[in-house]
């Protein structure tokens, strides 16, 4: 394992981080130079549709295609300079040293092949190990992930499981080659509210066993709010505000406040919701 | 305004029968909204599309506005309710402009004033007559929802089944289209039916929810319950913890409410 920590310098490190689109119609930012750091603990990136929250997740594995074009002062994730490093080293840091867990497990697993041999696959990728073996550590994982019956899931196609247990495996494929980094874009938006928790609470065991780092991308501030250690807020690819998840309800920024205000409560009076307000100075200054 | 009594919806026969909805009665009054709110698979769009005639299979007792409704239903049932999908993406044709998606409802019931119908349900939606001749790429997610809405609401309808109608919307838009809803609500004196699965925002906007869970109601309640934090079926106040936000110490106690036939 790593020794980030006992240098006491960060998992992640991001500077004046910036993904530009070059379309017909103009140069669109989809994130506009931003800058925060990541150490072994859960970081969420909070915003709406649009905000650049996702394609920050993609520039730290650099997964963001053409004709996007990344550009940061300084993206190093455990001393490595992630922007100058080869692709065959990217290959070593993708799914090894960094994973992670997309929105949808319907299109994220590969259909025609059984869901155990892709997390077999996932750990021989990185690992030079018989496939007995290698078929063990999957049974194991699946069973780590709390799903009750490993063998049968094991040789289960994609198609056979709910979308909870899709999420599950994800997470187990995820989580084989032992990351230090797992980045978990919307792992929970397409479940229901019970089972969201409980993919959230293995999510979170593992984490907190392995000792990783996770970032945590998501669109629900008050889930984020009551899952991660810190909260990133962003807005039209600026960093609006970050802050400490606990101490969220003390927010400053009216963007932050505004997102808080315009959820509906379980005890509230049912009158009009306030609707956010935009400032467009919140374009131009971010953190 | 609208009473369900003994409904069942079974799909499929043999091995691969699904009965999705089992027994459910219920009645709204006129004027209220009523919310059905359950996890996926629980039944609450099945109620929901056997209601409003997209699914004729079902059993039971349907009447609304105090007649009893067929499988089939006829041209005038339309004029009284309308629905309100869940996905805008989904629900609108993506080759046909705002005016032409407005124009279809006005057409099919013969309305003779087609242009000044379609300019004042813009406006109560909250577009101006400047989104009438635009396509749906051209629009936001809550822009394309506001049409459908307005489409629903074109006939003037008494009645809105509403089909979880922000859950695919930002939560700023989600505020925004809530309030829409309940202003139209005021101003027309309508009677929803909500499905959600977000129990917070059938608490903003019903007075009385059902609680679903494969395929049957296992409570009824008033909202001044729910807000009370008082139901009392476990499986509510299961659904209940869960909408408060992540809590290690009780998702360990998380059970699956299985059915007894």
Known sequence: MNVADTKGRPLLAVEDLRVDFPTRKGLVQAVRGISFSLGREKLGIVGESGSGKSMTGRSILRLVGAPGQVSARRLEFDGIDIMSASEAQMRDIRGERISMVMQDPKFSLNPVMRVGEQIAEAYRTHQKVPREEARRRALDMLRAVRIRDPERVYRAYPHEVSGGMGQRIMIAMMLIPDPDLLIADEPTSALDVTVQLQVLAILDDLVTQRGMGLIFISHDLSLVASFCDRVIIMYAGRIMEICDAKNLDAAQHPYTRGLLNCLPQIDGDGSDLPVLQRDDAWLEHGL | ?261
Not at chain 2, 100 to 107: A, F, K, N, W
Not at chain 2, 150 to 177: F, Y
Not at chain 2, 206 to 214: G, I, K, S, T
């Open chain 2, 1 to 261: 305004m609208i009473a369900v009594r003994n409904l069942d919806v079974i799909f499929g026969s043999g091995a691969d029968r699904v009965h999705a909805v089992r027994d459910v009665s219920f009645t709204v009054a006129e004027g209220a909204t009523f919310g059905l709110v359950g996890e996926s698979g629980s039944g609450k769009s099945t109620v929901l599309r056997a209601l409003s005639g997209l699914n004729p299979d079902w059993s039971g007792e349907i009447s609304v506005a105090g007649e009893a409704q067929t499988p089939r239903r006829d041209k005038a049932f339309f004029k009284l309710s309308q629905m309100v999908f869940q996905d805008p993406y989904g629900s609108l044709h993506p080759r046909h402009t705002v005016d032409r998606v407005l124009m279809e409802p006005l057409s099919i019931h013969g309305f003779s004033d087609a242009d000044r119908r379609i300019e004042q349900v813009l406006r109560e939606v909250g577009l101006g007559p400047q989104f009438r001749f635009r396509y749906p790429h051209q629009l936001s997610g809550g822009q394309r929802q506001r049409v459908a809405i307005g489409r629903a609401l074109i006939l003037e309808p008494r009645v809105l089944l509403l089909d979880e109608p922000t859950s695919a919307l930002d939560v700023s838009v989600q505020a925004e289209v809530l309030n829409l809803l309940q202003r139209l609500k005021k101003e027309r004196g309508l009677t929803y039916i909500l499905v959600s699965h977000n129990l917070s925002v059938i608490a903003h906007m019903c007075d009385h929810l059902a609680v679903m869970n494969h395929g049957a109601v296992v409570e009824e309640l008033e909202v001044s319950q729910l807000k009370r934090h008082a139901p009392t079926h476990p499986y509510t106040r299961q659904l209940m913890t869960a909408s408060l936000g992540y809590d290690r110490a009780a998702i360990d106690s998380f059970q699956d409410f299985g059915i007894s036939e």
